[in-house]
């Protein structure tokens, strides 16, 4: 879903490389700062872009969103709260002779992190809604990582689609056999599923692995990928963003 999202944002054409330098460098700000309203700004700001430029439904944002907030939430909440026997200055529940309870310096630590960690977010959504995961690894080629990572990217990315196809078919193949009738029909529907799963995933790699070799397949794969030109505008645009993000870190 996300690299359809990708493949049909207004940024899709723009130079990746240009993308993910302001997307990162702005993550990178963001986690060294640390600051409840510089992460506010961020995520103001990336949210306004999103918008802009990422059509897409109500419906999808909140699919995206949730599994991120439950995190962050659940993260924040272990940080936050302390068992004490000494109530603390931001509040305390009493529970028989201890307390649930939190310092007012550990709520303004844990909104500061929770914070952080929703603006950094939003920085890795805006590449990956406006990026489709080809030209992510044109990015990875241009920093020179190394190419045995790069092609594990690759096939895992592939196998994420055929492994997605073929749970779906195994699960309308049992729901068409009414597998969910109760909570015990459903455990057993899931783990037969997992199982037939992982042989199936198995054959595929085979049959991938032979159709490659049976294409001259010599441990390297190439792929025909085009990257637009990064404008002098453009580049000047990236130094003002940055020059003034740097300097509203420092006034904050």
Not at 121 to 142: A, E, N, R
């Amino acid at each position: 879903m996300m690299d359809k999202i990708a493949y049909s944002s207004e940024l899709r054409e723009k130079n990746p490389c240009f993308k993910a330098a302001f997307a990162v460098g702005t993550l990178l700000l963001c986690i060294v700062k640390r600051n409840l309203l510089f992460s506010s700004f961020i995520l103001i700001g990336m949210g306004l872009l999103l918008k802009t430029y990422v059509k897409t439904s109500l419906h999808i944002w909140m699919h995206l969103i949730v599994v991120p907030i439950l995190f962050v939430f659940l993260s924040t909440i272990s940080i936050l709260i302390n068992i004490s026997k000494e109530p603390l200055s931001g509040f305390a529940v009493s529970i028989g002779s201890i307390y649930l309870t939190a310092s007012k310096e550990g709520i303004k630590a844990a909104c500061s992190l929770a914070m952080t960690a929703f603006a950094s977010i939003s920085c890795l959504y805006f590449l990956s809604l406006t990026t489709p995961m080809m030209d992510l690894l044109m990015v990875l080629k241009v920093i020179h990582c190394p190419s045995l990572i790069i092609e594990l990217i690759l096939l895992i990315y592939r196998f994420i689609f055929i492994l997605e196809n073929t749970a779906s078919s195994i699960h309308t193949a049992q729901k068409c056999r009414l597998s969910e009738t109760n909570y015990r029909t459903l455990l057993s529907a899931w783990s037969q599923m997992l199982a037939v799963l992982f042989v199936l995933a198995l054959k595929r790699s085979r049959a991938i692995y032979n159709a490659m070799e049976a294409r001259c397949y010599d441990g390297k794969i190439d792929v025909l990928l085009e990257m637009s030109q990064v404008t002098m505008k453009e580049k000047w645009m990236l130094c003002m963003y940055f020059c003034f993000m740097v300097s509203l870190s420092i006034w904050l």
